[in-house]
């Protein structure tokens, strides 16, 4: 996910409570921001930060052109609180080619 300076994207939420993202800071510049469900989280460069995107979040980037973009490395996982058979479910349901 790449974010340029002056951006902010407005509220919104995630499809679903069934995964938890995980964020990789790759380039995190002064000013960038990402609040989850009224908690303000911070990136930090080379280290995971795990987001329940199914909650009100809202990012920024308020830094300079000079800073750069605020570039991160997203990956869904599965929420820790879906059961094997939850999980085997949902991945027949919403399988390729169904």
Known sequence: SVLQPGTVLPGT??????????HLGLKV???CELVVGGEPQCWSEGCCLLVDDSFLHTTAHNGSPADGPRVVFIVDLWHPNVAGPERQALDYIFAPGR
């Open 29 to 31: 510049p002064p000013g």
């Open 13 to 22: 939420y995630g499809p679903t409570n069934t995964r938890v993202q995980c």
